[in-house]
């Protein structure tokens, strides 16, 4: 069967290289952890793989296709949840989520229907009608959720899905990917929450300085270095100096 | 009026399915960017109504209106109907033109909708296309009321049977305004970063700001030198280099049935140049944006290198003329920022412009020698005027720095132990008046010493300590607000009109005492500058110990 992602020697030039030589598998019904320390290059990936960023290097196909031909047709069957709370925020919820079922054809009904039900879920169901000017990030963040799903997309791109939410939200996100991937779905899924990702993940990405420098199950990357995500990060990553930039960081506060 | 717009948007849709944009997409996108527009003048803390408000939109509107009826006078007065007409479609190309700049250029290069409108299954032809379409709404709405008193003029002028040319020509030339704008920028954005276009957008919007002004005030002076009855202009190569031109020429053949060579030749430039030109700029530009665009976002979330080391001269300077603590830090965050903010910088120096302007018209166009414009000035105390009118610019940086999109990064203010917010408000009237009048004034002072020689020294002196205790008095008149503290969309336009009118008071009654005491007992002057620096010290003293309570959040 063909994997729902593939890329073959992925790369990508801004001023300097930000991504290099990225092969991608990833098969249907399978959750990937992407992670990587800031400026890695994870973001980039994902706006590759979403088709924002057009002009790249090497090969890369979503659910058959061509990013780089069919890039209208891979969107359609695609969800993304960036990082950063980006809407329309003198919208209210309704309209928000309506404008973006309207670009995915979906019919208005349906879209409105889906809308208030899902703002339920997310116990936003008193803000219906309030402009989200005056949300706090982490209802803007469960819009956002909502805009990245209503379609019902065959993959799932999240960029730090879980940024502002509070304990319970997070849990009901949490549950809300495991149920999709039993549903089939596939969920590529960046964070710095290494919890989250040794927790949900069937698979774990490091990517560093643009390379990818791991791939592999929790138990997999385990052999490399004992103990939880963390260390293995940490060790893969070689910031090792943890301690000593915290010594040093105190000893400069009480100067 | 939304639905309205949008059902008139309807009437396009076969073109728009014609040209492979994808219309139900394109109408829900149109939609929202209105919605958007009408909200975005009153957000608010504290508003947060669904209630939609259209009066922004109206007030312009009106202005516009008045602007048109302003230049239907000179249609009027104009007999030659080439010269009348490239007069006023020069000046609706360069209004629309200025309102896209000024307005459009933030919606135009907007790169929200990179995350919210690039994922989503929309081709770049659709996005492009709906975004023109909310440009030309909006400037279509605008276009109407320049033209509303103009097209009566017209009418009642030649004929009621000219109006359609005239309306259809004017259409034209909101698209010639749209095409050379949107083209530029397209151009710029394909072999630049957004941040440059930026930047180059800026520095148009100073110069468009100046130049309108300055066509104002030089135009009528150089037109009251020409008998408008008898002109008639006759068409050259070079009328082919000029839009407007091609404009007038086609209502001029059909107005007076002139169908030559050259006039063919103008109305084909005039009807098919927009039309091509946009077709043209969809077809291969529009797919180029949306890439471009998405690469942008990615770019500024890439890992940047710092462009030049951080200047130590705001650092340096507030050594010198702050004390440490609060006052020297808010000197060196408003020195750079007068230095470095856009919107600011956009507010600012098109005064120093017109400044420019206003001495040019005021003081040199009737004197051809240096010998006269010396007699002139010296006569007549001019360089008085040259010297006080810094304080315009002073006045206009005071009212804006309050203001900042990144107004929420104030909190420092309140989360710091500062004991009397009056030392922030000391730093930043301090780094106003460093960085934007002493340097400046040096110039100023140098020129006027050329000119009138070493006895306006004294005079340099006195002005300058006055431009400060303006300064000073304008503070503390004013209501206090920190700076960069406040949101910009809650600023209140209905205070510019007594602003403007308590510094000319101040300004008419500092200058006129000036030059009372350099006419009747020049040799005092020197004698004020201990009692300035007094009153300065106790004024400054004063703000420097602002209170809490004193201070407008």
Redesign the interface.
Known sequence: MEPVISTQNLSKKFSVYVLRNINLTVNAGEIIGYIGPNGAGKSTTIKILTGIISDFEGDARLLGMDIRKEPIEVKRRIGYIPENAALYDTLTPIEYLYFIGQLYGMDAKNVDTKSRELLHVFELSNHFNTRMSTFSKGMKQKVLLIAGMIHNPAVLFLDEPLSGLDANAVILVKEILMQLKRAGKTIFYSSHLMDVVEKISDRIIIINEGEMIANGTFEELNQHANGSLENIFTELTGNHAHESAAVEFLSILER | MDKLLLGFVGLFKGVYRMAGVNY??LL??V??KL??DN??QH?S?RI?T?RENGNAFLITLLIYIILGALMSLMIGAIQSIMLSMTVFYSFLIVMIAMTLITDFSAILLDT?D??????????GKTLYAARLTHIMLYLGQLGIGLTLVPAFVVSSKYGLGLLPPFLLIGILAIMLAVLITNSAYLLILHFSSEDKLKNVINYIQIGIAVICMGGYQIIPHLISGYDLGAMRVEISWWHYLMPPLWLAGTLEMVHLRQVDLGHIGMATCAVFIPIAGLVLVNKFLAPVFA?KL??L???S???K?SDRAMSKLPYTISRFVTRPGPERAMFSAVFNTLARDRKIKLKIYPVIGYIAIFIFIFILQKNNSLDAIRENVVNNKYHLMLLYLPIMILQVALHEIPYSDEFKASWVYFSAPLVKPGELLSGMIKAIFVRLFLAGYVVLGLIVLIVVGRSAMADIFVAALNNYLMLMILAMIDTHKLPLSMEPEIRRQSGNMGRGIITVVILGSVTGAHYFILTFIPNVILALVPIQLAVSYLLHRTYKSTAWSEITL
Do not use: E
């Open positions: 139900p997409q829900a996108i939609a929202v919605k958007t909200r975005r957000i803390y947060n669904s929200s990179n995350t919210i409108i690039l994922p989503r299954p929309v081709d890439r998405g690469a976002a990615a770019v979330t890439a890992v290198r």
